[in-house]
């Protein structure tokens, strides 16, 4: 069921307001993120809210009450979504979007190449790798080790926590130490020292 929010009859803050101490929930539900987002910039636009001399606070707390209680958004979001709508001049949901994303450092060479590492040091400690590739790269010259020169010790390990370094690293269990039964013990202790 496609129901489509027209509330272009409220051209005013009284009549907002009155809507607001009225006590009417609202009987409908945006289907998409997309439509909600169009609705807040029309109510935006319509109430000139980005404009500084238009509205007064109290008013502007009004406009921010009216989309809070027809969204169901939270009072942080309505103002990440008003800076959003003042800074580009849009609101858009998802994809559209860029998103801020970190830069990536180590690629999937650096990765294979830890898990060969490992393979050939035994998975050394993490402060024990991080020797190793300093070494490579500043005392034999091995490009192939810069970036991983430079790792730090919780990133090492996060790299060692990935699909791709785990499809490559071998297994190394901890050394067993050979443990002799409870009668072996006892035979080699003396008869009177034995407290059995």
Do not use: C
Request: no cysteine; hydrophobic share 30%.
């Amino acid at each position: 069921m496609h129901i489509i929010m027209n509330d272009s009859h409220i051209t005013s803050i009284a009549q907002l307001a009155e809507t607001l101490t009225s006590g009417l929930t609202p009987s409908f539900v945006f289907e998409t993120h997309d439509d909600a987002y169009a609705w807040i910039a029309s109510v935006l636009d319509r109430f000139k809210y980005l404009n500084r001399k238009h509205l007064k606070k109290k008013e502007k707390i009004l406009v921010r009450k009216y989309i809070a209680r027809y969204t169901t958004y939270s009072k942080s979001q309505i103002t990440r979504l008003i800076k959003e709508k003042q800074k580009t001049g849009t609101l858009q949901y998802g994809k559209g979007k860029k998103r801020h994303r970190f830069t990536r450092i180590y690629e999937k060479a650096d990765i294979e190449l830890l898990a060969e590492a490992d393979n050939i040091y035994k998975r050394m400690s993490g402060d024990a790798m991080r020797g190793v590739f300093k070494d490579e790269y500043t005392l034999y010259g091995k490009s192939a080790y810069e970036r991983l020169a430079h790792i730090s010790h919780s990133h090492l390990y996060r790299l060692r926590g990935t699909s791709r370094y785990k499809e490559r690293a071998l297994r190394h269990r901890a050394k067993i130490i050979p443990t002799i039964s409870l009668e072996e013990s006892h035979s080699s202790i003396p008869h009177e020292k034995r407290s059995v």
